[in-house]
């Protein structure tokens, strides 16, 4: 009896076919997560490629931006340019001092 209780159990070849079809089945399941996991992380290191480009991109706007300035602006003119502007054209138009100062309601001290 001592015999019997050791002895395998024999497996017919549809039983062992079958435990191998599940084992195959199971490591199938285990490369899909795996390739579902790799579209994760690819999916995430996209993003942060993006980000680092995007960034890239405004560095180099800032950089072009700083190789070509803006022309220079006009510069302004004080109150005083002003005046002497206006009193160019008001001799231009044929008008004297005296006149100009008589249109401005002001008085010319004569020394």
């Not at 395998?8 to 076919?17: A, D, F, L, N, S």
């Not at 790799?38 to 480009?53: M, N």
């Amino acid at each position: 009896m001592p015999d019997t209780e050791n002895k395998r159990v024999r497996r017919t070849t549809e039983e062992r076919i079958a435990e191998i079809d599940n084992k195959i089945e199971e490591l199938g399941n285990q490369i899909q997560a795996i390739e579902a996991k790799k579209q994760e992380s690819i999916a995430v290191f996209d993003d942060r490629i993006a980000k680092v480009q995007a960034r890239i991109e405004g560095l180099n706007k800032q950089k072009a931006d700083i190789l070509s300035p803006k022309p220079p602006r006009k510069p302004r003119k004080t109150k005083k340019q002003k005046i002497q502007d206006l009193m160019k054209q008001a001799q231009k138009a044929g008008l004297k001092p005296e006149e100009i100062a008589e249109r401005l309601g002001l008085k010319i001290q004569e020394e």
